[in-house]
């Protein structure tokens, strides 16, 4: 019943921008604490951004050059990356959390999941 799904992934050079799309279905963002993930190879799954009550939170390794954001009337929410570099390739992942709360980034905290957007930055 619920679905999220990523969109905007791709290959980008070194210093390039991307904006991410999740789009939800069965759930409305807005009651919940939503947050961006990304998973590189051969590394776990780690937060990046997470937004809850308007208040915005981000690791220290994007801050200043990603901002998460949502859009209620179509249920979207985004992820502006700029500045990226070759470390911030991996697979993006959107989620959103009951509550209350971004829950430190514990993953068992996100109950609902996209199935991810590779993004690829060269160098």
């Known amino acids: 019943q619920v679905q999220l799904v990523e969109s905007g992934g791709g290959l980008v050079q070194a210093g390039g921008s991307l904006t991410l799309s999740c789009t939800a279905s069965g759930l409305t963002f807005n009651d919940y604490a939503v947050g961006w993930f990304r998973q590189a190879p051969g590394k776990e799954r780690e937060g990046v951004s997470c937004?809850?009550?308007?208040?915005?939170y981000t690791r220290h390794y994007v801050q200043g050059r990603f901002t998460i954001s949502r859009d209620t009337a179509t249920n979207e929410m985004y992820l502006k990356m700029n500045g990226l570099k070759p470390e911030d390739t991996a697979i993006y992942y959107c989620a959103a959390d009951p509550g209350p709360g971004c829950g430190g980034y514990n993953l068992t905290e996100y109950k609902y999941w996209g199935q991810g957007t590779q993004v690829t930055v060269s160098s």
């Open positions: 937004q809850y009550r308007g208040a915005t």
